[in-house]
């Protein structure tokens, strides 16, 4: 009985122990966590102070700066308060008050609660404001360029420096204008004929210099390739390509106003850089529509010009000693082994160039007077695909070599 009560004693003095140390651990967690994130809000605070003012040349007027400051100078008062307040009860914790220093830093009114407000605040209408519209204007400036280097008409040949209306453009993007010559003139003019008329300004362009660069690859199918249906998917991504195309330009004329940095940074407030994206992506979607139609020809001809065949070559089985265990006449277990084989069969590959094997097992059989029965497509001399040359795999041949006699075949042509 004594030795039951000392057990209940000794059990109450560890489960209160217990719980202490976890009190007192949650609560300096807690406290822990409302440090860094006052910490946050004050690193937060000067990345505010920092984006403002990298970003003064933007802002359409003094409100537009009052807003964001007022949002700094804000939160900035917060955060003495948010300190205050924690220093209040960090004394709590040094006094051993832990239940209530729990209490104070989880409910919706707590310092961390107030805290994390604080951050989210500066981070949406402080730095936040400011990257969001710098961001945009940005991207507006880089869509400016990128559909004035697309849409620019080809620049002479030999000129030593850029011309005035494009001193503006980086040199990445200036590299995307065409230089004209005389392939980009005939090929150009062969699309106008086949369009039907004179090659219309929309096309006289880098979109254009794509389309007759990609000519030459529809022209080989259609020259090669005897399947109509082959043809006709390499004639559709080009024509595809075409269409799109022919929309860029209207659409890009069609924008509101085009974006001037000189004269428009400081006058566009965050909403007209919504408008104005939202006019850009119309002519940018058309053009990455006809660049992914003229991308995936290009694809379908590699696939067109890409050929091999395999067949079953051999078959080889290898012994295997298999074991096994029994009853024997005096009920007792005994082993014993008896021999067998493991089966395979070679899968031999030939590409241009290239010769390849693999062999793959098919089974075992333990002490069988009879070999492995194979199927059909694991006899030796069994194709089991046969990809040609200008054919697609929709029209892939399988059968006997001996039937179908599978060759490669030669072709000169090159992009």
Not at 156 to 169: A, H, N, R
Not at 391 to 406: C, F, H, I, S
Request: hydrophobic share 35%; glycine share 4%; charged share 30%.
């Amino acid at each position: 009985m004594q030795c039951s009560l000392i057990f209940v004693i000794f059990s109450t003095i560890v489960s209160l122990l217990a719980v202490h140390y976890y009190r007192k651990w949650s609560a300096e967690s807690l406290v822990e966590e409302s440090k860094d994130l006052l910490k946050a809000i004050s690193n937060e605070l000067v990345f505010s102070e920092l984006k403002l003012e990298e970003n003064l040349f933007l802002m359409c007027d003094d409100d537009e700066v009052l807003s964001v400051q007022n949002v700094i100078d804000e939160n900035t008062s917060k955060l003495t308060s948010l300190r205050s307040d924690l220093l209040g009860i960090e004394e709590q914790l040094t006094l051993g008050e832990y239940q209530n220093v729990r209490a104070q830093l989880s409910d919706q009114a707590s310092v961390t609660a107030r805290a994390r407000a604080c951050l989210d605040d500066l981070k949406t209408n402080g730095s936040g404001y400011c990257l969001r519209k710098r961001n945009q204007r940005d991207q507006v400036v880089w869509n400016e360029w990128y559909l004035k280097s697309r849409l620019k008409k080809p620049l002479k040949q030999g000129l030593s420096e850029k011309p005035e209306e494009l001193t503006d453009i980086p040199k990445d993007m200036f590299k995307l204008i065409p230089v004209e010559t005389t392939v980009l003139r005939e090929g150009l003019s062969t699309l106008s004929a086949e369009i039907g008329g004179s090659c219309p300004p929309c096309l006289n362009n880098s979109l254009g210099e794509r389309l007759v660069k990609h000519r030459k690859e529809l022209d080989h199918v259609l020259l090669s390739c005897a399947d109509k249906r082959v043809q006709g998917i390499a004639s559709a991504f080009y024509n595809k390509a075409i269409i799109s195309y022919m929309k860029v330009m209207e659409l890009n004329d069609a924008v509101v106003s085009f974006y001037r940095t000189e004269s428009d940074d400081g006058h566009y407030t965050v909403a007209e850089y919504d408008q104005l994206l939202s006019e850009q992506r119309l002519p940018l979607e058309c053009i990455h529509t006809g660049d992914s139609a003229l991308d995936e020809l290009s694809r379908y001809v590699d696939l067109l010009h890409s050929q091999h065949y395999s067949y079953v070559s051999s078959h080889r089985k290898r012994s295997k000693t298999f074991h096994h265990t029994r009853l024997n006449f005096e009920a007792e277990t005994e082993s014993y082994t008896t021999k067998g084989y493991v089966y395979f069969y070679t899968i031999t590959r030939v590409s241009p160039g290239k010769t390849s094997e693999k062999e793959i097992e098919v089974g075992e059989k333990d002490n069988s007077f009879f070999d492995w029965d194979y199927e059909k497509d694991e006899q030796v001399g069994w194709v089991r695909e046969w990809k040609k040359l200008h054919e697609d795999n929709q029209t892939v041949a399988r059968g006997w070599k001996k039937d179908l006699k599978p060759v490669l075949s030669e072709c000169s042509f090159e992009k």
